[in-house]
């Protein structure tokens, strides 16, 4: 089983910044996509940023301008880069990483991670 192992939330003051990493284990270009994803109490998961086996990344309405995704293929690690964080990006972020598979047909494979908590004070 793909483990996926979130580090570097914590606490920091309203406009700071945050870098969040997400190991794998195992070949993070194996994936189609990873991505990080967030729960603040009493909301639904909603998806942060995304980037994709090719490199290409996304990022949410929220967050634009103020995070960034990226991936170093030799750690097999995933960042989260966060500056100017606000009191609502207060959070547990959850890393995702998604795999097809190339001979059975519409065979997906879905991976999360434990979670890391995010709290932003005004």
């Known amino acids: 089983q793909v483990q996926l192992v979130e580090s570097g939330g914590g606490l920091v003051q309203a406009g700071g910044s945050l870098r969040l990493s997400c190991e794998a284990s195992?070949?993070?270009?194996?994936?189609?996509?990873m991505g990080w994803y967030r729960q603040a109490p009493g909301k639904q998961r909603e998806l942060v940023a995304v980037?994709?086996?090719?490199?290409?990344?996304n990022c949410a309405d929220s967050v634009k301008g103020r995070a960034s995704v990226s991936r170093d293929n030799a750690k097999n690690t995933m960042y989260l880069q966060m500056n100017s964080l606000r009191p609502e990006d207060t959070a547990v972020y959850y890393c995702?990483?998604?795999?097809?598979?190339?001979?059975?047909?519409?065979?997906?494979?879905?991976?999360w991670g434990q979670g890391t908590q995010v709290t932003v004070s005004s």
């Open positions: 980037i994709t086996r090719d490199g290409s990344t």
């Open positions: 195992g070949n993070i270009l194996s994936f189609n996509s």
């Open positions: 995702h990483a998604d795999r097809v598979h190339t001979v059975v047909a519409g065979l997906r494979y879905d991976y």
